[in-house]
């Protein structure tokens, strides 16, 4: 696909907060005998027409999984690739970002993040603040059961402190003290190169989640391929634990 999408292009139905775990990078490189970091350079490129057409889609929040805690523990060398490509990126897309009126906000541990990068992410995400469109969440050190933990925590202090009450807390409390407090559960989650797993990504919000795994590899990853996911999801019949028959009703608006 090329261009523009027309509306003869898009499925009936979009998910509200599309998250994407993008993997698949370094076996791109390994199968053309090229170096790690050339799979990153090409994963990034895809990252750039993803953006781009789910701005066009008019889905309103989109979450890469980029860099995950567990990423800290990879070579040096590949890790310092790493964060030179994602201040490269936020360099390079400023302008698109504030032209597409597109929100960037990050996810995660940030204060591991190199001070240089962590300025200018912190830069960029005040720079784009007003923009209303689209927000793009990059998970960067993100961890999902850090995450849990660290909202647990919190918790347990206001309760010690007496500013909660531990009767007061549900999931609707609990959630408000998760990174994503203000952002909806992802409606739709990808997950490219073949792997069937969540790898320590959004496990609290995904409970109800689609998933969508696919064999292509992220760098490979383009409109068609997102396309493809989107169709399928469009297809799909989200109960939340009702029968279809009440979903039915409730469409119809027959539902007492």
Same mark, same amino acid.
């Given at each position: 696909m090329t261009g523009p999408m027309t509306n +003869?292009? @898009? $499925? +009936? +139905?979009? %998910? #509200?907060?599309? *998250?994407?775990? /993008?993997?698949?990078n370094g076996r791109w490189a390994k199968r053309r005998f090229m170096p790690r970091i050339m799979g990153h350079r090409q994963g990034a490129k895809a990252v750039k027409e993803i953006v781009t057409a789910v #701005?066009?889609?008019?889905? $309103?929040? =989109? &979450?890469?999984? *980029?860099?995950? +805690?567990? !990423?800290?523990?990879? $070579?040096?060398?590949?890790?310092?690739?790493? /964060? !030179?490509?994602?201040?490269?990126?936020?360099?390079?897309?400023?302008?698109?970002?504030l032209g597409n009126k597109i929100r960037l906000r990050a996810i995660g541990e940030l204060h591991r993040l190199p001070p240089k990068v962590r300025r200018l992410l912190f830069e960029t995400m005040e720079k784009t603040a007003a923009n209303y469109e689209m927000q793009l969440i990059l998970a960067l050190s993100y961890g999902s059961r850090s995450e849990i933990v660290e909202a647990a925590r919190k918790i347990a202090q206001k309760c010690v402190s007496g500013e909660l009450d531990p009767a007061q807390?549900?999931?609707?409390?609990?959630?408000?003290?998760?990174? &994503?407090?203000?952002? $909806?559960? %992802?409606? =739709?989650?990808?997950? &490219?190169?073949?792997?069937?797993?969540?790898? !320590?990504?959004? =496990?609290?919000? *995904?409970?109800?989640s689609e998933f969508y795994m696919t064999?292509?590899?992220? %760098?490979?990853?383009?409109? !068609?391929? =997102? /396309? @493809? *996911?989107?169709?399928?999801?469009?297809?799909?019949e989200r109960r939340f634990g009702k029968t279809s028959e009440q979903i039915l009703l409730r469409c119809t608006g027959n539902e007492s």
């Open positions: +003869k292009d @898009k $499925p +009936k +139905k979009l %998910p #509200r907060h599309l *998250a994407i775990i /993008m993997d698949g #701005r066009e889609l008019n889905i $309103p929040y =989109l &979450t890469l999984y *980029a860099f995950s +805690k567990e !990423n800290w523990s990879r $070579p040096r060398e590949e890790v310092e690739a790493l /964060m !030179n490509l994602l201040y490269d990126y936020l360099q390079r897309e400023v302008d698109e970002l807390v549900d999931e609707e409390l609990f959630a408000s003290f998760l990174y &994503t407090a203000d952002i $909806p559960d %992802p409606d =739709l989650i990808i997950r &490219t190169s073949g792997e069937q797993r969540l790898s !320590n990504f959004l =496990l609290y919000q *995904a409970a109800y064999e292509t590899l992220w %760098p490979d990853f383009d409109r !068609n391929e =997102l /396309m @493809k *996911a989107l169709h399928d999801f469009s297809g799909r």
